[in-house]
């Protein structure tokens, strides 16, 4: 299967502050890889839906960057995206790790994401407050999990069965929640090329920026995987 899974966070011009600009790709780099993969002949894919040069897109945190940067250069080369919610966090901002990355960056509110879904774009459940949840209780764990996906369908009227996981984190307690609480896939920010074989441990191709990345590096790591 040449289906491939890309993993982003910001679209945006990194703040002066922010002590981790690798989570930034400025909107010109992710105009060059958008027009890289349309040039080769990939197209948009959903779970369940990949075909043989599909490219599966997916944007953690549901930042507010989302629709202002990425959305217009989405639709401009034709692309569709997943965009992974903390439910909870809606309308507010990164709460979860705002002072270790030096930055409050604004997440989307509920008419934003409504707008996104109207686009054709998914939307996905990152839980409900963004926490490990390895360190959870149980029944903080079952909250995180099962109620961050019905009130995304509460809210906007979707099915909502792709999760991903925060921080990259899970243990088998995890996954077993994530396969009770009626989802049918999981990412994982685990870099490994794309497979369906464990549903629940979905590898992604890290897309991040910095000063020295080209569209080079993006080309050599979108083929590695």
Known sequence: MKCKALMYHNVDFPPKSAKLKSLYVTPP???RQLRFLKSVGYSSSFLGEEK??????????????????ALPLLEEFGFRAYVFVPADMVGRYNEWDWRKLNVKKELMSWED???IVSRGHRVGSHSLSHPDLTRLSDRELEKEV?????????????????FCYP???????????????GYRFAF??????FSLEDPYRIGRIGVFGNKLFVLFSFIKKFYRY
């Open 167 to 181: 921080y990259g984190s899970y243990d088998e307690r995890v996954v077993e929640t994530v396969k009770r609480a």
């Open 188 to 193: 994982t920010t685990e870099q490994k090329k």
């Open 146 to 162: 099962h109620q961050s996906k019905l009130l995304l369908e509460d809210k906007l009227g979707v099915e909502v069965d792709t």
């Open 52 to 69: 043989g040069k599909g490219v599966i897109l997916t944007f953690d945190d549901a930042y507010r960057d989302f629709l202002d940067n």
């Open 113 to 115: 994401l409504r707008f």
């Open 29 to 31: 780099q992710f105009r």
